[in-house]
């Protein structure tokens, strides 16, 4: 997830708020690894249930628009191609590392039922002190 988030950040997770109102976009969620649910991975949450996403020369178009990422650096573009139409409970989410994340351009959809929770905050390194409000 750099550049936001490193290896050996320690966040605190909410493990509730998401089961009471829908996850948004923008927001960086906590879910288990589609492929191994013994992992926990960390990425952003970019498409919506019901949303149609297009990846394609490095730009992500949602339901015909372009996805404006003010969380990433301008230098940074989603590499590969895919398209989907996400089903009622599932989301698409991606790394802010675009170029090296394994995301939902590898798996696919990711299920509601495989979040953890959202990332409220980042409290080490104590330097990097963060409280995220989406």
Known sequence: MTPNFFSGDYVLV??????????????????R?????SEYFIKRV???PGEVI????????????LLKEGYLPTDRSSSGEADFILGP???????????????????????????VGLVRA???????LSVFAY
């Open 14 to 31: 909410d493990k509730v708020s998401y089961h009471f109102r829908p996850l948004n976009r923008g927001e960086v969620i906590v879910f």
């Open 33 to 37: 690894n589609p492929e191994n649910e």
């Open 46 to 48: 970019i498409a919506l």
């Open 54 to 65: 297009s990846i394609t020369g490095g730009q992500v178009i949602i339901n015909g628009k």
């Open 89 to 115: 409970d599932e989301y698409f989410v991606m790394g802010d590392n675009r170029l090296q994340s394994r995301d939902s351009r590898s798996w696919g959809a990711l299920k509601q039922n495989k979040v």
């Open 122 to 128: 980042r409290f080490w390194p104590p330097n990097e």
